[in-house]
């Protein structure tokens, strides 16, 4: 639906402006006339952004956009400021063209007399529903900029670990990629002319080279029916990957990869608690609060097992023994949680082994990346080694004849 910007005279004579979303001019002239406002000028506020034929992966919302709208969102609400005026100022200040979009209508189905939450779960592309779970319980207990606030505390802790991921295997794959490079070119120019010269010698080759030489043969001959091969591979991993079999068959390898494995799990362990803490804190049932957690760990093994503890705990079970049942947490962490359940305050207990498990990532980050670093540069300077070598021996032997 179309979003318009207009600027209006109201039934006191004061100028004024905001926004609204219609299926077009008339009829968004016709509801502000309704309203008792007489508009001067209606534009629309992202022009041509309804026309796009499809949709873009990167034409979402980012977490960052979103973590940053919720905290202003809070600040708002905890000023004394109406639903309504804030959203108005959230659109006005957001930055992102496709949030201000969403914004606007989520305004209009507001001051249509909606709730915030359901508003906000007719775009669930931006606001899963553990922001709609949570909106819902702000509501609910007219507490809406304390769940606010910890909801952009939440994806800010969320971003804050995505980022950290992201950054240690930067470094990694532009080295890896470099090295790939050099080697291809290497083999496909470099080893080629060399092999020109060694041949026009008439002289036998050491048994090294003739393997470089030869493997440069395969390599230049084949070269696109192997970029085919490995873009046949990957598209059918892929499409496999996305069944449920083929999700569960790499969801378990993902977990037992020496180092990354330990790490996937820690991730999923705190992603998990943190997220049923929020929840909990907000008022959430705990029924639904680990429906909710169940969607945001995006592993199916993970996921599998949550689901049963959540059965379990509707039949009567105490939440903490459920999860030690699973034998996917650690003793610590059931303990904590049982502890916690027993005093009445598993949330904390919950933030707190969401914290611990934060730090041990942060900590498994550091020393795989000063791991990594050495590993890759001297696997690179083998290849690299084996290469050279390989090309000076037969120059070395000829030399020695010489002499």
């Excluded at 470094?171 to 080629?192: D, E, H, K, R, S």
């Excluded at 639904?288 to 039949?315: F, P, Q, T």
């Excluded at 699973?326 to 962490?333: A, D, E, Q, R, S």
Aim: with cysteine; aromatic share 8%; proline share 4%.
């Amino acid at each position: 639906m179309p979003v318009y910007n207009y600027k209006a005279i109201n039934d006191k004579g004061e100028t004024v402006r905001g926004v609204l979303s219609a299926e077009s001019v008339r009829v968004a002239s016709d509801r502000l006339r309704k309203d008792g406002i007489y508009p001067s000028s209606i534009k629309e506020a992202v022009a041509g952004a309804r026309r796009l034929p499809i949709s873009f992966p990167w034409s979402g919302v980012g977490v960052s956009d979103l973590a940053v709208m919720t905290r202003q969102f809070s600040t708002l609400i905890s000023s004394g400021l109406p639903l309504e005026t804030s959203l108005v100022a959230l659109y006005e200040q957001t930055d992102d063209q496709k949030l201000k979009e969403i914004l606007s209508q989520v305004r209009t189905r507001v001051s249509e007399g909606s709730s915030l939450h359901i508003a906000l779960e007719e775009h669930k592309s931006v606001f899963s529903d553990l922001y709609v779970s949570m909106v819902r319980a702000g509501e609910a207990s007219g507490t809406l900029d304390v769940v606010l606030d910890r909801l952009a505390d939440f994806l800010e802790k969320q971003l804050e670990l995505s980022s950290k991921i992201r950054g240690a295997m930067v470094y990694p794959a532009i080295m890896f990629v470099v090295g790939l490079g050099v080697l291809i070119f290497m083999m496909t120019f470099v080893i080629p002319k060399v092999a020109d010269i060694f041949a026009s010698s008439n002289k036998a080759l050491p048994l090294i080279t003739v393997v470089l030489i030869g493997a440069s043969d395969f390599l230049r001959q084949n070269f696109a029916f192997i970029l085919v091969f490995l873009a046949a591979v990957f598209f059918f991993v892929s499409r496999y990957a996305r069944t449920p079999s083929g999700r569960k068959v790499f969801d378990r390898i993902s977990l037992r990869i020496p180092v990354f494995g330990k790490m996937s799990s820690k991730v999923m362990i705190s992603r998990f608690t943190r997220t049923l803490a929020t929840l909990l804190s907000s008022g959430i049932p705990l029924l639904d609060s680990i429906r909710v957690s169940e969607s945001v760990l995006g592993n199916s093994v993970y996921m599998e097992n949550i689901k049963d503890v959540r059965v379990k705990v509707a039949e009567g079970s105490a939440f903490g023994i459920c999860l030690g049942q699973t034998g996917i947490f650690p003793p610590l962490v059931v303990r904590m949680v049982s502890v916690g359940e027993e005093v009445g305050r598993i949330e904390h207990m919950l933030s707190k082994v969401a914290d611990m498990y934060d730090t041990e990532v942060d900590g498994m980050l550091s020393t795989l990346t000063s791991l990594l670093e050495p590993v890759m540069i001297l696997v690179m300077g083998v290849v690299m080694g084996f290469i050279v070598f390989a090309i000076l021996l037969p120059v070395l032997n000829l030399t020695s004849v010489i002499g």
